[in-house]
């Protein structure tokens, strides 16, 4: 019953900005950390960034600087921010959320169907 929406991926130049939402929804007791990842057409998946329930945020470090992950848990969404494109951020970028549907389940991640973030020069 748990599914996850993304939204807000487009067509950017380089040096611009978009940001992405994504938000869960369905059968959740609990929703811990959530995160960003991101492929390419020929390039392995790459977890872009992540954020826990208490806040706490890590990034791959080709982002640092770059792109900020925040989540609004009133309305089960996390976001991510990215400023400062460059044609290597070009990927689908995926949604997930670590996720426990009831009091005694085991958390498990969540993906969602992604969006297409493009960047040209």
């Known amino acids: 019953q748990v599914q996850l929406v993304e939204s807000g991926g487009g067509l950017v130049q380089a040096g611009g900005s978009l940001k992405l939402s994504c938000t869960a929804s369905g059968n959740i007791f609990r929703l811990n950390a959530m995160g960003w990842y991101r492929q390419a057409p020929g390039k392995r998946r790459e977890l872009v960034a992540t954020i826990s329930s208490g806040d706490s945020t890590n990034y791959v470090d080709s982002v640092k600087g770059r792109f900020t992950i925040s989540r609004d848990n009133a309305k089960n969404t996390v976001y991510l921010q990215m400023s400062s494109l460059k044609s290597e951020d070009t990927a689908t970028y995926y949604c997930?959320?670590?996720?426990?549907?009831?009091?005694?389940?085991?958390?498990?991640?969540?993906w969602g169907q992604g969006t297409q973030v493009t960047v040209s020069s």
């Open positions: 997930y959320a670590n996720i426990r549907r009831w009091v005694v389940d085991t958390p498990r991640d969540y």
